[in-house]
């Protein structure tokens, strides 16, 4: 049973800063491609950005393109997320989510932890 845990939410100020991590237990997902989604209230749930299993290839949402950057390290089998010049618009329930290919669907989800971004 593969467990997804984030961490490093919280409450900021916009121009601010936070970091996410998203630590994997119970395989390993060196291979996956993983991502972190977010949703906010009312809205449907986006993809952030998403990264390959070997960490070459990323990709971004549009709206974070330039302030966020998304990144692994296998050896800790942890995808990390870190998000600059923070906007209210940000604010949501952020999900790191992985799956085995492009092919496939996201077969993993964790728990999700909230960003607050206050103006």
């Known amino acids: 049973q593969v467990h997804l845990t984030e961490s490093g939410g919280g409450l900021v100020q916009a121009g601010g800063s936070l970091s996410l991590s998203c630590a994997a237990s119970?395989?390993?997902?060196?291979?996956?491609?993983m991502a972190w989604f977010r949703q906010a209230p009312g809205k449907e749930r986006e993809l952030v950005a998403d990264?390959?299993?070997?960490?070459?290839?990323?990709r971004y949402a549009d709206s974070v393109k330039g302030r966020f950057t998304i990144s692994r390290d296998n050896a800790k089998n942890t995808v990390y997320l870190q998000m600059n010049s923070l906007k209210p618009a940000d604010t949501a329930v952020y999900y790191c989510?992985?799956?085995?290919?492009?092919?496939?669907?996201?077969?993993?989800w964790g728990q999700g932890t909230q960003v607050t971004v206050s103006s």
């Open positions: 990264i390959s299993g070997s960490g070459g290839s990323s």
């Open positions: 989510a992985a799956r085995p290919g492009l092919l496939y669907e996201y077969d993993y």
């Open positions: 119970g395989r390993t997902l060196s291979s996956y491609i």
